[in-house]
């Protein structure tokens, strides 16, 4: 099964824009813009922010945006708040004609 | 409100077995696709099995295959991990979750349920 990269930290100042990124490859990412982010905090359940690539839950504020460009996609954040901080992680299928998902390993993201 | 309540976790050792559970209610559980997810300390999310409306279909991750046996009630919107042979790197908090396959995405998660495997 395929693996996703991100990038191991991120940071930014209050007010400030980020980006975190995660590439796979042309069977993965590449084939489909179906790649979902998860916000997670220490202790808690992960939470959806981002799906089909560029789609938000309800509920979840437009400063989280998504993008894909090849076989990479991107997930960012506007207007950096302190309740951002956070780790992030990616998820996309695994291959061609497969309902095997992989996730990508997280970023952590601070608010400095 | 939607809830996902894990449960069945605990201390086994290797080579033992484990069978968690997850009670659903706040959604039609039997009209949604159901995965279980898992995270050791201090690491990342890894993907573990998803499983059909009806049972026919059932996937996955490798290191799992032949180990795991994911499971359903639609009738108690339960789902089910049984755990065999299990490994000192199957520790782990498992979490339930709602999937929406074609889409990959979890939209609904449960707390998690710790399974630590160690002599």
């Known amino acids: 099964q395929s693996a996703l990269t991100q990038p191991a930290s991120v940071s930014g100042s209050p007010g400030q824009s980020i980006t975190i990124s995660c590439t796979g490859t042309?069977?993965?990412?590449?084939?489909?813009?179906?790649v979902s982010w998860y916000q997670q905090h220490p202790g808690q359940a992960p939470r959806l922010v981002i799906y089909?690539?560029?789609k938000r839950p309800s509920g979840v504020s437009t400063r989280f945006s998504g993008s894909k460009s090849g076989n990479t996609a991107s997930l960012t954040i506007s207007g950096l708040q302190a309740e951002d901080e956070a780790v992030y992680y990616c998820?996309?299928?695994?291959?061609?004609?497969?309902?095997?998902?992989?996730f990508g390993p997280g970023t952590r993201v601070t608010v400095l | 409100e939607v809830q996902l309540v894990e449960s069945g976790g605990g201390l086994v050792q290797p080579g033992g077995s484990l069978r968690l559970s997850c009670a659903a209610s706040g959604f039609s559980f039997s009209n949604s696709w159901m995965s279980w997810v898992r995270q050791a300390p201090g690491k990342g999310l890894e993907w573990v099995a998803n499983?059909?409306?009806?049972?026919?279909?059932?996937y996955y991750v490798d290191s799992v295959k032949g180990r795991f046996t994911i499971s359903r009630d639609n009738a108690k919107s339960s789902l089910y991990l049984q755990m065999n042979s299990l490994r000192a790197e199957d520790t782990a908090v498992y979490y339930c979750?709602?999937?929406?396959?074609?889409?990959?995405?979890?939209?609904?998660w449960g707390q998690g349920t710790l399974v630590t495997v160690s002599s």
């Open positions: 499983i059909k409306q009806d049972e026919s279909e059932k």
């Open positions: 089909e690539g560029n």
């Open positions: 979750a709602r999937v929406e396959l074609w889409s990959v995405l979890f939209d609904y």
């Open positions: 998820c996309s299928y695994a291959g061609f004609n497969t309902f095997v998902y992989v």
């Open positions: 042309s069977g993965d990412i590449g084939s489909y813009n179906l």
